[in-house]
């Protein structure tokens, strides 16, 4: 079973800046390596949406609302995914939420989330 914990999130002023991180503690890096990870969303009242994905080869994908703003990135080594996330806007605000989907299966494995706030 894929456990995941989120961090990172916070209240921040627009135009800033925050850095998400997942980390996956229970996995070994050998099974770590088979599972694309990503970044979802979720306000009051929304759907969840996709923000980023990095498949376990390191491919990138953005949702359109956040490309030139928000970074993906992965460390293996780690077990951590992480979501630098600049120029924040109000709109922004949402509990943010890990996935880690397996390569072969597509089995997929959310985090319990972790809220950004961007207000002034």
Same mark, same amino acid.
């Given at each position: 079973q894929v456990h995941l914990v989120?961090?990172?999130?916070?209240?921040?002023?627009?135009?800033g800046s925050l850095r998400l991180s997942c980390v996956a503690p229970r996995l070994?890096? /050998?099974t770590y390596i088979q599972y694309s990870m990503a970044w979802y969303r979720q306000a009051p009242g929304n759907e969840r949406e996709m923000?980023?994905?990095?498949?376990?080869?390191?491919?990138?994908?953005?949702?359109?609302?956040?490309?030139?703003?928000?970074?993906?990135?992965?460390?293996?080594?780690?077990?951590?995914?992480y979501l630098q996330m600049n120029g924040l806007?109000?709109?922004?605000?949402?509990?943010?939420?890990?996935?880690?989907v397996h390569s072969a299966s597509g089995s997929a494995t959310w985090g319990q989330g972790t809220?950004?706030?961007?207000? /002034?």
């Open positions: 989120e961090s990172g999130g916070g209240l921040v002023q627009p135009g070994i890096f /050998s923000v980023a994905t990095i498949t376990n080869s390191g491919s990138t994908n953005y949702a359109d609302f956040v490309k030139g703003r928000f970074t993906i990135s992965r460390n293996n080594s780690r077990k951590t995914v806007k109000p709109e922004d605000t949402a509990v943010y939420y890990c996935s880690a809220q950004v706030t961007v207000s /002034s």
